[in-house]
């Protein structure tokens, strides 16, 4: 599938994403969504913030800061339930929860996640 279609996707889905969240009982926070590659260097190129092939650099990717009674929840274990049902909605989602990112949600394209 083409870099716009899976943009296209995520989209789509990440309402979804949040909706579940909410019915999880989490509120919300957003992290990080894109990533300027002008700012932060383009795919390809080195640069100082994240992988140089972050799918947040391709708008495939967010970080979602979830809080419960009020409490920020900084673990993996945290977002697994959420994680868990991010991973079943499409052949392309992928959870951080995997590689050590607990609230990095996205869509994989081309190796990165």
Known sequence: ??????????MRL????IDKAH????EIRGGDLFRDPRA????GVKGP???KYSCHKMKLAIDLNLFKDGEFIETTEGHQE???????QDIWTCWGGR???????S???????
């Open 23 to 26: 019915k999880l009982g989490f």
């Open 82 to 88: 959420l994680g868990e049902w991010w991973e079943e």
């Open 99 to 105: 590689f050590g990112d607990g609230n990095h949600y």
């Open 107 to 113: 869509i994989t394209h081309q190796g990165s996640k």
């Open 40 to 43: 932060f260097g383009a795919m």
């Open 14 to 17: 990440l309402p979804r994403l």
């Open 49 to 51: 913030y994240g992988n």
């Open 1 to 10: 599938m083409k870099l716009g279609k899976k943009q296209e996707l995520f």
